[in-house]
Each structure stands twice: as C-alpha cells, then as structure tokens.
T-cell receptor
C-alpha cells in the first residue's frame, strides 16, 4: 500500500528557475528518501533524511522534513533541462522489517 | 558504489507462459531485496520483500502463487511471473539495501514485461 502523497502531480518550469515538490505521509517513519526516475528507467537515489533531521543539502538539492506535519519537501535550485524526470518520495518504515513505500510522484518538466 | 543488476531489461511473452526476472547485487551482499511493480505514469507499488534463505513476505493483495520469489543467495533474488496474462504487463523493479552507510536503497534498471 502506498503511504506518500505528493504535490504537485506535475510541474513545468523554465530552465534556471527553482522547483519545489512536496510529500506528505501518514505513519511514523525511520527516514524519508527522494528518488528520481527518467521515463521507463530505474530509480536513482538522490538523498535520504533521517527522522531526527530537519534539513539536508546535496549539491542543488535541498530537502526538509517536518515530522510534526508528516511532510517533506524537495527543492531543486537553478533547474536544468536535464532535471526533467519524475521525482518520488519514499518513506522508510520498520514494521518488523525494513521496507520502503513510495509516494505517487511529481513529474517535472524543465523547459530549455 | 553499490550496483544492482536486473535482467532482462525487457521481455515479451505469450499468455500462459512463465517469465523469470533476476536481480543481482554486484558488489555487496543483500540479505533483503524488494520487488516493485510500476504501471505507466504511476508510482512504484511494493509487491514483496525477498529474504535470503527464507520465504518472501508479500504485500496485501499480491498473489504469492502468481509471483514466485526465490532468494537463494546473498547476491541473487528472482521473481517468476507464472502463467502470465496481459494484465501482468508492467514495469518490474527490484532494489536492495545498500551496505555503504545510510539507509538508501539501490535499484535495478527495471524489466518491462509485455504479455501478448
């Protein structure tokens, strides 16, 4: 079953602009991960933020986590056409075993 | 870094036949691997958790007799879609938990199954 809800479902921006994607979830988590998927391809792990962390950076990526609101955001700064892809948040759960549940995803289109 | 190899990348089969998909961790041992299914323009749905040396744990609604999972070694898990039907056509992706710090998972490149 899915646990994450993401918004927007689709986002179209100009190259150079920032892109913000949000993710909300329902249950307690160990961590939250963001992944990128190019059309019809496998997933690439972007960043992981633990439940006791509030913000994390990696290059042009900035992730925040608010466990009180059960939400996270992914900010991509100075976007490029090559950032065009689907982005998924995934919650890491420990329910008698570790597993990762994915949100619905945001389809980002960056226009050159 | 950790690499997961998934084969085949695409397969077309006839209704009623079975298809096996392999997922290998190339440079690390994976006691646990995960199998996901993805329909076009949708998210990944966790099908089952594959545990080395023991039975897989299936998510609710996933038919264990339909989707056979075998995790016979620390580097290989297989998913066999038995008696495939056109509705089984989908993108199947495996993942394994990376051992190199953090809790991120490494994903295979996926297998696109088309049942005709």
């Amino acid at each position: 079953s899915q646990q994450g809800e993401e918004d927007p479902q689709a986002l179209s921006i100009q190259e150079g602009e920032n892109a913000t994607m949000n993710c909300s979830y329902k249950t307690s988590i160990n961590n939250l991960q963001w992944y990128r998927q190019n059309s019809g391809r496998g997933l690439v792990h972007l960043i992981l933020i633990r439940s006791n962390e509030r913000e994390k950076h990696s290059g042009r990526l900035r992730v925040t986590l608010d466990t009180s609101k059960k939400s996270s955001s992914l900010l991509i700064t100075a976007s490029r056409a090559a950032d065009t892809a689907s982005y998924f948040c995934a919650t890491g759960l420990n329910t008698g075993g570790f597993k990762t549940i994915f949100g619905a995803g945001t389809r980002l289109f960056v226009k050159a | 870094g950790a690499v997961v190899s998934q084969h085949p990348s695409w397969v077309i089969c006839k209704s009623g036949t079975s298809v096996k998909i392999e997922c290998r961790s190339l440079d690390f041992q994976a006691t646990t691997m995960f199998w996901y299914r993805q329909f076009p323009k949708q998210s990944l749905m966790l099908m089952a958790t594959s545990n080395e040396g023991s039975k897989a744990t299936y998510e609710q609604g996933v038919e264990k007799d339909k989707f056979l999972i075998n995790h016979a070694s620390l580097t290989l898990s297989t998913l066999t879609v038995t008696s495939a039907h056109p509705e089984d056509s989908s993108f199947y992706i495996c993942s394994a938990r990376s051992t190199g710090g953090g809790y991120g998972y490494t994903f295979g490149s996926g297998t696109r199954l088309t049942v005709v």
